[in-house]
Every structure is written in structure tokens, then in C-alpha cells.
Nanobody, 119 residues
Framework: QVQLVESGGGLVQAGGSLRLSCAASGRTFSSLYMGWFRQAPGKEREFVAATSWSGGSTYYADSVKGRFTISRDNAKNTVYLQMSSLKPEDTAVYYC????????????WGQGTQVTVSS
């Protein structure tokens, strides 16, 4: 059974930083993508960033490019999202997920972690 467990969310002031972690277990992820998505109140869930598990390619939404960095530790089966220069509009529940393509096709999801950025 695949499990994705996010951690690292919290409350931060605008301009601050947070690092989210997603620990994955239950299967081999070597041919898949790990992604981060977010959903703000009253809005649809949106893509944030993704990385190939083995190839090292990374992908970002335009809204976070240059501020967020996705990385992975294959030995720990963990993916990270380093978020810097946070803005109030980054406030959302952040989810990690496993899928077959960088921006779509995700079929395993974590339960989410809340990130709140105060102005």
C-alpha cells in the first residue's frame, strides 16, 4: 500500500521560507514523477512543481518559478519543496502526489499540509 506523508507546513510571514517534506513508501517509484500541488480556499487544486524520481528533471508552475525548489533524496524515498520569498497568495493546503507525467496523471496523493503566509 502506497503511503505519502507530508510534513513541514505552518504559519510564516510574507518573505519567509518553509521546507515541505513528503515521505513515500509502499512501492518502487523509479519510473514515476513526484509532484507538489496546492489548493487554496475556494479555488481548484493547481500544479506547483514536479521531479522525475530517477532522472532529476524538474518542472515548476510559473507562479513559483525562482522561489520554490523541488528536490529528492532517493535513499530516503523523500521529496522536498523548499519555498522561499513566500507571498500571502501561496497560502494553501499543499499535497504531494505520485504520477506518470510531470503535470498530469497523478494517482497517489498525500493528505496535505497547511501553509499559511501572513502579510
Amino acid at each position: 500500500q502506497v503511503q505519502l506523508v507530508e510534513s513541514g507546513g505552518g504559519l510564516v510571514q510574507a518573505g519567509g521560507s518553509l521546507r515541505l517534506s513528503c515521505a513515500a513508501s509502499g512501492r518502487t517509484f523509479s519510473s514515476l514523477y513526484m509532484g507538489w500541488f496546492r489548493q487554496a480556499p475556494g479555488k481548484e487544486r493547481e500544479f506547483v512543481a514536479a521531479t522525475s524520481w530517477s532522472g532529476g528533471s524538474t518542472y515548476y508552475a510559473d507562479s513559483v518559478k525562482g522561489r520554490f525548489t523541488i528536490s529528492r533524496d532517493n535513499a530516503k524515498n523523500t521529496v522536498y519543496l523548499q519555498m522561499s520569498s513566500l507571498k500571502p497568495e501561496d497560502t494553501a493546503v499543499y499535497y504531494c502526489a505520485v504520477g506518470t507525467a510531470p503535470r498530469v496523471g497523478y494517482f497517489y496523493w498525500g493528505q496535505g499540509t497547511q501553509v499559511t503566509v501572513s502579510s
